[in-house]
């Protein structure tokens, strides 16, 4: 099979990057993504590349080159279907916020949606593929649909998950550690190998059965998880014991079993996969009856939400046990550094408990706009929008964020952060100066030095 057309349904996180990587890497395939989200396509096909809707280093540059050419950003889903070989599925699957399995199992209305239009549209034959993130045995619903409500046309479904980390998601795109494909038809299979043939070395193209495939996108991220977990627990014990967690981490991450990744401690994960993923996979366990299965895993979400709640409390109990009408500046909204992804980030729900104590909380991140940090602490519906908007302040200057302040936390480990005028901020600052790293990205000596009272987890 040669796939001359791929269309992509949703154009976000993923979707956007990966077909941005794939038209540029494969000049003769057009590339159509497709949203029902009329100001993301818009922003997708802005003029000036700064106003993309996502913020990924090198993302622009992968744009500009294939936008135009064979890259398209389209709100017509139907068209693009249509004459698409291979459509891509690549839109959200958050945790259910109602109903059987709320809080837990994934919400698969977008992608049963996705299905069902395929179904209603296709004139000729296509392969589906999988790129959300989804329950095992999802390709089977998949498949009932697309075959009870298809036009008699014939379709191949492969789940081919995205394993790409927000913030170097062009690198991951462009040099993978592993592609997975996962299927039944040898055909269909093959036409994917040969799409990804076209950058990726054949060794790390890996392919499995379709189970296989859905099941290690869940079970990759819960791993990933579970070591930042495990390291903040840790971290906890350094605080009580004297022992520094950043060189415990150091010692276990040179033995070669271990590993050095991801062992950093911190005020916790976040991003939109992680505690879905996690969450999910809790949720399928149970529903076969594994609850120690279930207990273990649904462990690595206690304990982030353990490690936020704690850091929260660590500044409340350090700033004299009250923080009411005292200025707090944030440093750092985005769930990681080099992205304006803001999902499930740590900031929120600190910010969140310093709202509850009354706190005056300024924020400032590089690359997330005001409105981005109003809907996301209003989402948590823990207070009026009123009183938010009275609470909590955002600022684009640093400087101004930190002028008048009690306390600093920083919960984003953007670079700059560590190129500040940390004089400059501290002669400005109420004494005593605090700062809490909740990403351990400062220098405590510098700092300590300057005269600041400096607080990094698990140390
Ligand atoms: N964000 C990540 O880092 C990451 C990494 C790997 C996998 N994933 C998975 O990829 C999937 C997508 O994640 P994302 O972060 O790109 O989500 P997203 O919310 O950024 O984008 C999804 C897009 O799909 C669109 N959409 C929903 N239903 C649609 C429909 N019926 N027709 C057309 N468009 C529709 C939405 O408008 C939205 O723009 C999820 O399953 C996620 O778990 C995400």
Known sequence: ???????????????????????????????????????????????????????EPGLDEVVGEARGRNLFFSTDVDKAIEEADMVFISVNTPTKTYGRGKDMAADLKYVELCARQIAKVATTDKIVVEKSTLPVRTAEAIHNVLSETGNGVNFQILS??????????????????????????????QALVDVYSNWVDDDKILTTNVWSSELSKLVANAFLAQRVSSINSISELCEKTGANVKEVARSIGMDSRIGSKFLNASVGFGGSCFQKDILNLVYIAKT?????????WEQVIIMNNHQKTRFTSNILSTLYNTVSGKKIA??????????????????????????????????????VKEARVYEDINYLNTRGEEENKDLL?????????????????????????????WHKIYDKMLKPAFIFDGRGILDRAELEGIGFEYYNIGE
């Open 288 to 296: 076969y009856g594994l609850n120690e299965v279930a207990d273990y």
């Open 330 to 367: 944030m440093l750092g909204w985005a769930f990681k550094k080099d992205t304006n992804d803001t999902r499930e980030s740590a900031a929120i729900y600190v910010a969140d408990g310093l709202l509850e104590e009354r706190a005056q909380v300024y924020v400032y991140d590089p690359k």
């Open 393 to 421: 302040s955002v600022v684009t200057d640093p400087y101004k964020a930190c002028e008048d302040a009690h306390a600093i936390a920083v919960l984003t480990e953007w670079d700059e952060f560590k190129s500040y005028d």
């Open 160 to 189: 081919n998950p995205e394993f790409l980390a927000e913030g170097t998601a062009i690198q991951d795109l462009l040099n993978p550690d592993r592609i997975l494909i996962g299927g039944e038809s040898e055909d269909a299979i």
């Open 1 to 55: 099979m040669n796939i001359n057309k791929i269309c992509c349904i949703g154009a976000g996180y993923v979707g956007g990057p990966t077909m941005a990587v794939i038209a540029q890497k494969c000049p003769n395939i057009k590339v159509t993504v497709v949203d029902l989200n009329e100001k993301r396509i818009d922003d997708w096909n802005s003029e000036d590349l700064s106003l993309l809707p996502i913020f």
